[in-house]
Structure formats: C-alpha cells, structure tokens
C-alpha cells in the first residue's frame, strides 16, 4: 500500500464483504455495495485506475442450515441467491467489473495454495479442542449451529460471535450452555483435532500495518485494542461437509473433489473438517481480481500488481475495502496476517460502515421490518435516490435510520429544489432564448467556482469521504441556483442581452459540472443530464476535467431530472410497512432465526436485535438519572448558542484538583474556558480536541479565573461532546 494521493501509477481494486447467498437484499445490505461503488467510480473520475471486485459467499453455516431446513444441497441453494443478487446489483448501478463466488474453481485454488503457504511457513498448528455437539443427533455443531452465553459478557451469543452483547468473535468451545440451533437440544463439548493459525505471532506485523493504515477511524483504531489485549490464534477449520476442503499437505492426499465440494475426505491430517468460511471469503478478493484479468488480459489490468506488486521491489497495489463494521476484525487482523504470511500485498484503507435501523428501531429481517430492494424498485423510485440518502446521511461510519419522511424530506429538497432545479431551469432558458449554449466563454468566477469544487471531490477521494463526494454536485448546483436568482437573466434578456447571454453560458457549464461530479454515486441521472446536454459518449467514460470542457452548442428542451415524493405516498408506504411487520414473538422471530437468516457477513450485527428476542422495551440502568418532566419549547433550545469548538491550550489550576484552563476557538473569536477535566483526561492531549461549547453562559471566576462558556460532556468521566465529520470552529450544533 502507498500513502501517496491519488491518483497513483499503482492498479487499485475496491471491494465490498460478500453477501452470504442465503437471502433476499436490503437497504442494510445496499449501503456497503453502493459506497464501494461510487468510491470505485469517484477513483476513475481522478484517474486512478481501479476495478471493483467482488463475489456471493457460498458456505458457512448460515448457508448449510437454511439449506438444510428446505431439505435442498447447499450448493444449488446458494448458486439460486447468487444468481439472484448478479440480476439485482445492476438494478442500482453497482457496477461489479468482477462478481464471482467462493465456490467456483479460481477461489478453491487460490484458498488451498494460500493455507498451504500458512502451513509451510510455520503458522499454521494442530490442536486438540472441545467442540460442541448434539449428542442425540451425534453431530458437530459448528458457528451458527450452536448459541449459548457469551464468556465474555454473559449475553446470548451465537457460536462464532457474541452478536447480541460485546461484539467480540468466538473460537470453537467458548461458549457457555450451548444448545443446537438445528434441533433445540442440550449440547456437549467433545475433543476434536483442528487447525489454527498462530495469529498470536503477528502481532508487530499488524501493529506496522494499522499504523499506515486509512480509512475510517474505527477500523483503524478498534483493532488496536484487540492486539494490546493479546492475539489469540485462530481456529480455520470446521466440523462440517460443507464448504472448502482442508488441502492436503506433501505426503497426503487431496480431501474432497476439486471445488471444494459438499464433503471432505481423505486428508488424514484434517478429516471431515474444511475451512473456516472467514478463510475462504475475503480470498474470494484475489480470485474475482486474477479473473478479471484473466478476462480482460494482464496488459490491460495485471492482478499480479494488484496484490502482489511489492513482492518484487516494486509498488504495492492500492487496496480498498468497504465493509460493515461488524467485520473489522476479520479485516483488519485475520486477513492482513494471512496476506503478509502467504506473501500478498495488504490493503491500503479499510473502511467500515455503519448499520442501518428502520424508523429509529433495528432493522430485522424475520420480523420483516426491513426496506427490501425489490420492493424500493417496485415502489417505482429511481435508484439513485437510494444511492444518494445512503451514501450522504451523514459519514460513513455513522449508522443511518431509514424512514420514508426523512428520505422524501432529502429527495425534495435536496435532488428537486436544488440540483434538479437548478439544471432544468438554467437549461430550460438557455434552450428557449439560445437553442442551447449560448455563444459566450465562462466567466472566471465561474469556472474558479469550478475549479474548487473539483479540488474538493478530489480532496474527499483521498478523505475517504463518501458524504462529501455524494453531495458535491447538490453544492455546486446550489451555487448555481444563487447564482441565477441573483443575476435575473429574465430581466437581462432584453435589457443587457450580452450579459444574459454570460449568465445562462455560466449555468450550462455548471449543470455540465454538476454531472460529472453527480456520476459515482447518482451515474444514472447523471448520464441523463449528460444527454440532455447533448454531450456524446458517456459521462461514466469522463474524467474530472470534463467539468471545465465546453459543453455542446447546442441541445434540445431539457426534462425534469427528479420527481418529487409526497406526503400521501409518504403515508402511504410508512403503512404499507407498519401493516407487514411482525409483532415480537410472532412468526418465526427470534434471535437464533435471525443469526441464521443473515444474508452478510457485514449485516450481521444488524439482523438480532433485541426486539427479534422478545424485549421490545427494557427497564432502564439503575444509575441513570431519571428524565426531566418539564419540557422546554423549541424556541427556548434555540436560545442555547451551541458552537462547535476547538481546544488551542490546557493547562492546570493551580490549587484546583480538578480543574483546567481552556483556550477555545469557536470561529469567531477565542474562549478562555475553566472545565473539571484535570483527573478526567490527559491535559498535554487536549490541545487540538473538538469539542462542543455553550457559548451563551453567563461568565463565571472559577479559583480566581473567569470562564466565558461551558465545554460539554457526558456522565461521571467527562466524556468530551464532538464531532464526527469535518464541521469547524464556530458552527451552530442544532
């Protein structure tokens, strides 16, 4: 991986966590596949070459029980989801240049030459473990078949992770009182010989690597906490007959048929076991690259340089993976200690998105309270509207609630009243006065306008900032709008025609700008406007530089881009919802359903919620204090001048225990602010800390020192309000 901006010489591929082929997609599912897109997208647009790579996961146990509980094999049950998902995807412009799966013969060899490398270098280890079982069925239980209490934190756990409580992945014989999820019974813990990659050893390794790591802060910082707790080697074989053989070592034979089949065999080192599906799934990256290239030929793109591109002395690839932060873990310690072992490059940034709740509460899939995407399609909506809500809802690691208000509230206001306006209106008068461009050059306000706002998408490609790069052409149309209202062509049509003439020529080239900067993440109402505008070829074939290109001379009546969503359909499809949900206990709710229902691996955390367990309303933590009855008005909130701030000097009181002088900057001048932090926080740490102050208290001398505001936090440890995002100094919080 490089630190370099992009675009580098180097080839990147993005990815996103493969779907488990085991159920229908959602909105949940659609925010990772979508974000990875644009960012594949927003990379072309500054001219890095990259492809998007990706593929259905085939096996785990997910897959084994619902295949097994329709009484079909599991292969032809997971190729049904993946076909399914090659014919959906499409459907919201997620542009794949490679979709394959884990099954296929390319990932098989690819999975088996890699753990065989782990074994020969000396990290791979047999060990004795306890591995539960049902004893009256007389089978193993592994992952997903069993779930019990988490040793960790005492919550219902499924057997590879404690979905419901710490989050934390669990290895084969951790879980306490386990119980089938197959058949219902009592479990036991019987010895089993398994193999195990002594990730423990590679703990320098993966401290280097998350050092020049990007991408989102959590999975940048969350891994470190694991390594300072200690590594533990991780288990990467199953009890199962499904999925990818254990491969046999030089004096062994091969278990199993060529692709892995449905049944492991004569590997008399790894009987009946295959790997563990968090081996074989992220491998599935390398093998939908190497057949991308295998495609398209290695002197167009080289997969070789891709991932294997340092092995030589030369540069890394520039890998990206968007995920779920429910696998940051899988990502950001298993899979760069395999890559470094078996001698591939590791990736460049990681990063990690938030969940999805519908309407404030957790999405759930057995409940049926989820946003399906056949459905969104079938209710006749556009599929960047998605896209856009999705991708610029606030950051990335930030979780999202749906809800058809909030989306109609984004959808009117920002794509109809702001860019759909302004590129009809501007092109609607440009037609009618100039049958298209008028004869005029750009107006160096305008094109510096412009020009920064391609510095800025640029500036957000190298951010990681999806949100940033969703709403550019929203920004640079709400310029535009400004621009017209403020200049009056109507008026100037016939008074001052050559100035006019200036104006709409401003406007066009701003709609041109607004569809390349709007093609990563809306590329289908984006190649609209690029026709209206006459353009020939793609806007998805352009660069950035496309922006400032003088559009074509001439063009025909433009058509509104977006379509407004009222409030009777509003009221209508929150209806339509509120009337399919299940109440909690009905139908086949409940957390274990939900864990095996999983449809992938970056949802998962997602599907079992509390309210899919029966708990629609728990009792508050005793230490809490209750609510405040008494209300306040809006009016009297909006009287509290909150202000973004930032911590400039931290320095003790001396004689005050607790404590600390601040020197704010809060935009529009400087605070000097006393906060009871001193026993709290590190004080040489602060300076630099954004934080949130209230700017309209009455000052107060605090030991002999005035302070002018009070700087927020939360509970009995001064947890510090800040900001997620990039807002500055001196912004309102409202």
């Known amino acids: 991986m490089s630190s370099e901006d992009f675009p ?38 500054v001219g890095q070459q990259s492809i998007y790579a990706c593929g259905s996961d085939m096996h785990g146990t997910p897959v084994a029980v619902n295949a097994w509980q329709e009484g079909v094999d599991p292969e032809a049950f997971a190729l049904e989801w993946h076909e399914q998902y090659e014919e959906t995807f499409p459907k919201f412009d997620v542009d794949f240049d490679s979709y394959g799966h884990t099954h296929d013969e390319t990932n098989t060899a690819v999975t088996q030459e890699i753990v065989r490398t782990l074994e020969a270098e000396g990290y791979v280890e047999e060990r004795v473990i306890e591995v539960a079982w049902d004893p009256e069925e007389d089978q193993a239980l592994p992952d997903r078949y069993v779930e019990g209490t988490c040793p960790y934190c005492g919550e219902l756990a499924r057997g590879d992770e404690c979905d419901e409580g710490c989050g934390r992945h669990l290895e084969p014989g951790e879980i306490e009182d386990p119980v089938s999820t197959v058949t219902g019974n009592p479990a036991e813990y019987r010895e089993r010989e398994h193999k195990f990659f002594l990730v423990s050893e590679l703990a320098d390794v993966l401290t280097d690597f998350l050092d020049g790591l990007e991408g989102t802060p959590n999975a940048r910082n969350q891994p470190r906490q694991w390594i300072e707790e200690g590594l533990q080697d991780w288990c990467i074989t199953r009890d199962m007959d499904w999925g990818i053989d254990y491969p046999a070592t030089e004096g062994t034979e091969a278990a199993g048929d060529a692709e892995g089949g449905d049944g492991a065999g004569g590997d008399s080192a790894a009987t009946d076991l295959v790997l563990y599906v968090w081996v074989d799934a992220p491998i599935e990256y390398i ?3 190497k057949q991308y290239s295998e495609r398209v030929g290695a002197d167009v793109y080289d997969w070789e340089d891709a991932w294997k591109g340092s092995q030589d002395g030369g540069e890394a690839g520039e890998i990206v993976h968007v995920i779920g ?3 940051i873990q899988h990502h950001t310690i298993f899979w760069p200690a395999m890559l470094h072992v078996a001698g591939y490059d590791l990736p460049r940034a990681v990063l990690a998105t938030g969940f999805i709740t519908i309407d404030g509460k957790g999405l759930s899939t057995s409940r049926n309270r989820a946003i399906w995407a056949d459905e969104y399609l079938e209710e006749g909506f556009h599929p960047d509207l998605l896209r856009y809500y999705l991708t610029t809802n606030g950051g990335l690691q930030q979780d999202i609630d749906f809800a058809w208000e909030k989306f109609a509230d984004r959808v009117n206001g920002e794509l109809v009243g702001t860019l759909g306006n302004f590129a009809y209106r501007g092109m609607l008068f440009a037609d009618r006065n100039y049958d298209g461009t008028p004869d005029a050059e750009v107006s160096g306000a305008v094109r510096e306008e412009i020009e920064a706002a391609l510095a800025e998408f640029r500036a957000a490609v190298n951010d990681y900032d999806l949100r940033a790069i969703g709403t550019a052409p929203v920004d640079l149309a709400r310029f535009g709008n400004e621009y017209i209202q403020r200049n009056e062509p109507w008026t100037l049509v016939d008074d001052d025609p050559e100035t006019a003439a200036q104006v709409i020529r401003d406007c066009v080239q701003l709609a041109k700008a607004c569809a390349v900067l709007a093609e990563p993440v809306m590329p289908g109402k984006a190649e609209d406007l690029w026709a209206q505008l006459g353009e020939d070829g793609s806007v998805h074939d352009v660069d950035l530089e496309a922006a ?15 379509e407004g969503v009222e409030d009777e359909r509003v009221e209508e499809l929150d209806q339509k919802l509120a009337e399919r949900v299940e109440p909690a206990g009905e139908g086949s709710a409940d957390a274990a359903a939900d864990a095996a229902e999983a449809a992938t691996p970056n949802e998962a955390a997602e599907e079992a919620t509390p309210e899919d367990a029966g708990e629609e309303s728990e009792e508050p933590a005793a230490d809490l204090d209750p609510l405040v009855e008494d209300r306040i008005s809006f009016e009297e909130f909006q009287d509290l001048d909150l202000r973004v701030g930032r911590i400039e000097v931290a320095e003790g009181i001396d004689g005050a225990d607790e404590l600390v002088r601040l020197e704010v900057d809060i935009g529009v001048e400087t605070r000097q602010i006393v906060a009871g932090l001193k026993q709290l926080h590190d004080v040489e740490e602060l300076p630099g800390t954004k934080v949130v102050v209230m700017a309209n208290l009455e ?19 001064a947890d510090l309000l800040t900001t997620y995002e990039d807002a500055e100094p001196g912004e309102r919080v409202r």
């Open 548 to 562: 400032i290109e003088a559009p074509p001379a001439a063009f025909d009546e433009p058509t509104e881009l977006f």
């Open 8 to 45: 580098t010489d180097e080839p990147a591929v993005v990815t996103a966590g493969l779907p488990y082929a085991n159920g229908d997609l959602h909105v949940g599912h659609l925010r990772s596949y979508t974000a990875a897109d644009a960012f594949n997208r927003a990379l072309g647009r």
């Open 699 to 717: 000052p107060a001398e605090l030991f002999g020192v005035e302070s002018d505001g009070m700087v927020l936090a939360a509970g009995e440890q």
């Open 325 to 327: 932060r429910d696998i």
């Open 287 to 289: 093998s939908a690259t």
